[in-house]
């Protein structure tokens, strides 16, 4: 049985799929890159020659990341599955075995000064870990977080006491709406 779905969107939200082109994997792609952008440019305002850490950098959003990094020119480190080490290395970031290193003690030996920005898509005890990695000035950017509440709770935490240091989540779908409706990321 084939599902129909009608949906009602504005000319502008549409793009064409060019013949030969799977459209699930054409939205997959819109919407890694979409993230990336979004999360690179317009959130965490990366400028070149800061230092980045990107999680799950082997993944969708990750690579685009990681891809969308080196036109901005930021030095950028990427946690992966030591399987994945040769691809992040060839999207030129320096790559960190999350399953069998410690990514802090890593981290802090290539720069104790710390990063200036962390992505994290995975959320609880690892973006808790992230957060003494920023340095001043430093952003950690949740997103696609299989680990909400715990998230919440350090972002909670750290904002109680400032330290210059910022941690929130992204969620794209409020990036739309915040334009229209003047709704302000956590």
Same mark, same amino acid.
């Given at each position: 049985?084939?599902?129909?779905?009608?949906?009602?969107?504005?000319?502008?939200?549409? +793009?064409?799929?060019?013949?030969g082109i799977d459209p699930e994997e054409a939205a997959c792609l819109v919407l890694n890159y979409l993230m990336a952008y979004q999360l690179l440019h317009r959130y965490a305002k990366v400028q070149e020659g800061e230092k980045i850490l990107i999680h799950g950098a082997s993944g969708g959003i990750g690579t685009?990341?990681?891809?969308?990094?080196?036109?901005?020119? +930021?030095?950028?480190?990427?946690?992966?599955?030591k399987e994945k080490h040769a691809y992040v290395s060839s999207l030129h970031a320096t790559p960190i075995d999350y399953k069998h290193t410690d990514f802090v003690r890593e981290i802090k030996k290539y720069h104790p000064d710390g990063m200036d920005v962390v992505?994290?898509? +995975?959320?609880?005890?690892?973006?808790?870990?992230?957060?003494?990695?920023?340095?001043?000035?430093?952003?950690?950017?949740?997103?696609?977080?299989?680990?909400?509440?715990p998230t919440l709770?350090?972002?909670?935490?750290?904002?109680?006491?400032?330290?210059?240091?910022?941690?929130?989540?992204?969620f794209l779908i409020l990036s739309k709406k915040q334009n229209r409706i003047g709704l302000k990321m956590i």
């Open positions: 049985m084939e599902l129909i779905h009608n949906i009602c969107l504005h000319q502008k939200e549409i +793009v064409p799929i060019p013949d685009a990341l990681l891809q969308l990094g080196k036109l901005s020119s +930021v030095e950028m480190f990427g946690t992966a599955s992505f994290d898509c +995975v959320g609880g005890i690892n973006f808790k870990k992230s957060y003494p990695l920023l340095r001043k000035n430093g952003r950690l950017i949740g997103y696609g977080s299989q680990h909400l509440l709770m350090t972002i909670i935490s750290r904002k109680l006491i400032p330290d210059g240091k910022r941690a929130s989540i992204y």
